[in-house]
């Protein structure tokens, strides 16, 4: 292959490569309350329960 295709591929497979890096770097836990994370708990179990209900 001529240079330039080597060129164009390390451009690409470097370019992909940084950007998930830079996705993975601002990608950061929300701070959540105790009050919230229960809600989140508490209708997550409602939606598996009615999920449950529906296959039967």
């Known amino acids: 292959m001529p240079w330039y295709v080597w ?7 470097g370019s992909v490569i940084g950007s998930l890096l830079a996705l ?5 836990k929300l701070p959540l309350t105790k009050e919230q994370l229960e809600r989140i708990r508490q209708r997550n179990a409602e939606l598996d329960a009615r999920e449950r209900k529906e296959k039967d």
């Not at 993975?24 to 950061?28: E, G, N, V």
Request: no cysteine; net charge positive.
């Open 24 to 28: 993975r770097d601002a990608a950061k």
């Open 7 to 13: 060129l164009i591929l390390i451009l690409v497979f």
